[in-house]
């Protein structure tokens, strides 16, 4: 079946570092792709999206490229802060009867100022 | 602020207790779903419902029980649950299920059962 896998957490990096987050998908057919990230204490909220090969999603300083050849859809940040703390999860969309999000397993993401 | 909202925020519950679980959201969307979110797995898709017709139930025990009266409410009704069904119950809702729309997140029930 469809599936999601992150770098394993937890990942700590000091302000200003720069961010990467691995995601690789398996999936039949051409997914939808997502970042979604949540904050202590709170739900997830959708971060980026990109639905075909190349697009590239951007938000809050934040980016992801849709890479069809090597299924992936890593997350980068060029300079992180304190409030970027979070933990963060990859997704995509897949069609079996209704719209299904997989989700990967998410990784904390901790920022020392 | 992501116009969906859960009520309580946090729960303790007992094996033998009954309780429920609310979910309302205010986007005028047609779709809403049940994730569970335990420590150290990935979220777990419980139920999604279209214009109030359940349309997924991923092998979830029958002491989970959900109704969707309308398109804007959603609960889950608990009972007789077990220690390991304590986790993080999220609500979220979409456009609808037959497209690539986002699907937008209320905070969470924090479940505890004693």
């Known amino acids: 079946g469809d599936s999601v896998t992150q770098m394993e957490g937890p990942v700590t990096l000091s302000e200003e570092a720069f961010l990467t987050i691995n995601c690789t998908y398996t999936?039949?057919?051409?997914?939808?792709l997502f970042w979604y990230v949540q904050y202590p204490g709170e739900g997830l909220q959708l971060l980026l999206k990109?639905?075909?090969?190349?697009d590239k999603g951007s938000n809050k300083g934040f980016e992801a490229t849709y890479r069809k050849e090597t299924t992936s859809f890593h997350l980068e940040k060029g300079s992180v802060q304190v409030s970027d703390s979070a933990v963060y999860f990859c997704?995509?969309?897949?069609?079996?009867?209704?719209?299904?999000?997989?989700f990967g397993q998410g990784t904390r993401l901790t920022i020392n100022p | 602020e992501t116009g969906v909202t859960q009520t309580p925020r946090h729960l303790v519950m007992g094996m033998t207790n009954k309780k429920s679980l609310k979910c309302e959201q205010h986007?005028?969307?047609?779709?809403m779903y049940w994730y569970k979110q335990s420590a150290k797995k990935p979220l777990e898709l419980m139920f999604v419902?279209?214009?109030?017709?359940?349309?997924e139930n991923n092998s979830v025990p029958s002491r989970f029980s959900p109704e969707c009266p309308n398109s804007s409410h959603l609960f889950l009704h608990l009972h007789t649950l077990q220690p390991e069904d304590s986790a993080l119950y999220l609500c979220?809702?979409?456009?609808?299920?037959?497209?690539?729309?986002?699907?937008?997140f209320g905070p969470g029930t924090r479940l505890t059962v004693t």
């Open positions: 997704a995509l969309i897949t069609f079996q009867g209704a719209q299904k999000l997989v």
């Open positions: 986007l005028g969307h047609n779709a």
């Open positions: 979220a809702s979409s456009q609808d299920t037959t497209a690539t729309y986002e699907q937008y």
């Open positions: 999936a039949t057919g051409y997914p939808s």
């Open positions: 419902y279209s214009l109030e017709e359940r349309v």
């Open positions: 990109a639905t075909k090969a190349d």
